[in-house]
C-alpha cells in the first residue's frame, strides 16, 4: 500500500499519454516537412534530436519535484527514477523505451542519411537509452548531475 | 555438406514465405539497407534491445519460497496474534495501582484523595501562577466569550485575536521580532524540527535531549549526529568531522539541537560556547527551553538571559505554555521569516485546531503576572537554590543530587551505587515517594518511556521547585525529602 502518490511521476502512465507521445512526433515531423527548403534527411534528424533532447531532460536530467513532498524523499532521484516506485519494465516504461527506437528506425527507412547524420542520430538515441536500462537506476555515471550527501 | 546447407536454405525460404508479413519485413530491411551492412546489424541491435525491453517483465524476487495450500494452511492455524497491548508487569502494576490521586485543583498545596492538603513539589509549576485568581477570573471570561474550543485549525478560523494577541505579547518579551503558537507543548519542537530539516540536511543533537526532540529528528528524516551531553569538546569534533565529510558536497541546511535547561538532568546547555561553535561552522540554532523558560534568567526570558546572549540570537527558539506559564500548548520564537514559514509548513500548527482561547488567556495572563513581577523567576531559583544546599550537605553518601546548576528549578535525586535492576532501584526510589507523601510533601520519580529515549536517564527521585512556595516551604520539603531518603536506605541496609 501507498501511504502517498507522487503526483510529479504518475501521469506517464495516464490513458493517453502514448497517444500524446505519438501526436507529438507526427505534428513535429509534418511541420518541419511544411518548412520550405528542408530536406527529408534534416525533418527527421530535427524530429529525432528535438524529441531525444526534450525526454532526455524531463526523464533524466531534472532531479526531485517541483513541490515539498515527504521531506524530500525524491530530491536527488530523476523522473525516470521517481516512475512507478524506481521499478523497471513497467508499461510506462516500455512504451517511453520503445517509441524512441521505433522513431530512430523509421526515420533511418524514410531518408538516405549519409554517414555523418546517421552518426549524430545513432549517438543521440544512444545517450537518450543508457539511463533507461534497469542497471542504471540512481547510477550517476562519473558523478554527472550528482546532487545531494548521502551520508 | 552441400545439401545440408542446401536444405537449410530451403527451409529459411520456406519460413520466410509461410510467415505473415516477412515480405514487410524483407522490404524494410532491403530499403535501410542502403549498402551498408554496419548500419543494418546497428539497426538490429536496437530491435533487439526494444524487444528485450518490451517483452522483460519485472525480475522475481530470488529468495521467493513457493508453499503449497497445506503448508500455508498449517502456518496459518499456528499464528497467534501478539497482544495488542503487552501484558504489564508487576511492577507497573502496582505503579498504576499507588499513583498519588489529586483530589481538586491542583496548585502550589493541593488535596490528595485522603483529603488532606500537602505541598506540592511534582508539577512544573515554576513561577507559582498555576490557578491564580486572576488567571481563573480571566479564563472564567474567556470562557463567557469564546466558548471552549475553536474547532479548526488556525488557517481555517481557528485563529482568534487572543491567539495574535499572545504571539505578539511573547514575542515582545523575548525581544525577538514574531512568535507563534502550536496548541501542543510536546509536539511544538517535534513540529519544528521537520519543518525546517528535511532529507540530507544535517543535525547535531545534544544525546541527552528528550523524546519531544528525538521524535521531531526522526520525523525530519535528516542525517543526525548526536554529541555527549554538554561535551564541548565533542561537539566541535563531531562538527569538524561534518565539515571533512561535506567539504566537496553541496550545501544543505545544517542545525545544532539542544535543550536549554535538560528535563533528563536538571542541568544547563552551555549555550556560550554552542553560539560560538554555531557561529564558526555556520550552523543554525534550535534550542528547546520548556523548563527554562520563565524560570530561568534574571527576569525570566530563559536560557539565553542566565548567560546574558539575548534571545534574538538564538535562531530558533522553542518552549511548552504548560510550565512556567501553567496553561498548554507551546510557542516558537524567532525572526519573522522563521515563524512565516511554520503557518504553512509546521505540520503540527497547519493540521492541529488550534489552542482554545480559555488557555490562550491563561498563557496570555501568566506571562503579564511574569512581566510584573519580574523577581518570581529569582524566588523559583533561590527556592531551587535552597532545596539543593539542604540536600547536599544532608551527608548521605548514597545519593546524589546534580549540582552543576544551582539555579535549575528540576532537581534530580539519584542513588549513587546502581542497584542489580533498574526495577529494584525504582522500588527503592518510590518508597522514598511514598514516605514523602506521608509526610505530606508530593513528589515524583521521574519517568519515561522506555525503548523511546536515546539514553535512558537513571532513575531518580525529581522535585520541582517554585516561586509559589515560601522559602521555609522549600526547605521543609527538601528536609522532608532528605529525612525520607535516610530512612529508605536504612530500611535497605544501603547506609
Known sequence: ?151 | MVVAVNTTFTLAYDVYSNVPGAAVVYKYIRDSHQNDPVRTLLELVFVVVMAWYFFNNKPKAKDEVKLTEKEIQDLCDEWEPEELVPRMTEFQNSDLENMAVIAGAAGTKCKLADGKERLNFASNNFIGVMNSESIKDKAIGALHKYGVGSCGPPGFYGTLDVHMELEQAIARFLGVESSIIYSQGFSTVSSVIPAFSKRSDILVVDDACGMAILKGVELSRSIVKFYRHNDMKDLENVLKKINESTKKKPLTRRFIITEGVFQAHGDMCNLPVIMALKEQYKYRLILEDSLGFGCVGQTGRGTPEHFGIAPADVDIYCATMANSLSSSGGFCAGRKEIVEHQRLSGLAYTFSASLPAILAVSALEALKILEANPNLSVECQQNAMAMREILLKAGIPQIRVADGYQTTPIIHIRLTSRLSTREEEELVLQEVVDQCIRDGVIVSRAKYVEGQELHLPVASVKLMASAGHTRRDSEKAAGIVRDAFRKVLKAHRLA
Open chain 1, 1 to 151: 500500500m501507498e501511504s502517498f502518490s507522487n503526483t510529479n511521476s504518475s501521469w506517464p502512465n495516464l490513458r493517453g499519454s502514448i497517444a500524446t507521445n505519438v501526436f507529438v512526433l507526427v505534428f513535429l515531423r509534418m511541420g518541419l516537412g511544411l518548412i520550405p527548403g528542408i530536406t527529408v534527411e534534416a525533418a527527421w534528424t530535427i524530429t529525432n534530436l528535438l524529441y531525444y533532447s526534450i525526454t532526455f531532460i524531463m526523464f533524466h536530467w531534472v532531479l526531485g519535484v517541483p513541490f515539498a513532498l515527504n521531506q524530500g524523499e525524491f530530491e536527488d532521484m530523476t523522473l525516470w527514477e521517481q516512475m512507478d516506485k524506481g521499478e523497471p519494465f513497467t508499461p510506462a516504461k516500455k512504451y517511453l523505451t520503445v517509441i524512441p527506437i521505433l522513431l530512430f528506425l523509421i526515420s533511418t527507412h524514410y531518408s538516405h542519411y549519409d554517414v555523418p547524420t546517421f552518426g549524430i542520430n545513432f549517438i543521440a538515441l544512444v545517450i537518450v537509452l543508457i539511463p533507461k536500462f534497469p542497471s542504471m537506476h540512481r547510477v550517476r555515471i562519473f558523478g554527472i548531475n550528482q546532487k545531494s550527501n548521502t551520508d
